[in-house]
């Protein structure tokens, strides 16, 4: 995992916790958790196009 995504899953941590101990709402911890859902599935696009290209310009130069 990146560093970046390490800080998704921290943050759902953290929003599970505050949601547990009462802290945030029930509605607050639910956009939450879509967000890092969003922030999660972003990454994954980018990654899945990252490796898209690299195989593409690899073929292109005659590595693969």
Same mark, same amino acid.
């Given at each position: 995992?990146?560093?970046? +995504?390490?800080?998704?899953?921290? @943050? !759902? @941590? !953290? =929003? =599970? +916790? &505050?949601?547990?101990?009462?802290?945030?709402?029930?509605?607050?911890? %639910?956009?939450? +958790?879509?967000? &890092?859902?969003?922030?999660?599935?972003?990454?994954?696009? %980018? !990654? @899945?196009?990252?490796? +898209? =290209? @690299?195989? !593409?310009?690899?073929?292109?130069?005659?590595?693969?």
């Amino acid at each position: 995992r990146s560093r970046g +995504l390490g800080d998704v899953y921290k @943050r !759902q @941590r !953290q =929003s =599970s +916790l &505050a949601f547990k101990n009462g802290e945030i709402s029930y509605s607050v911890h %639910l956009l939450n +958790l879509k967000q &890092a859902w969003d922030l999660k599935s972003d990454y994954l696009d %980018l !990654q @899945r196009s990252y490796q +898209l =290209s @690299r195989i !593409q310009l690899e073929f292109l130069l005659g590595i693969r």
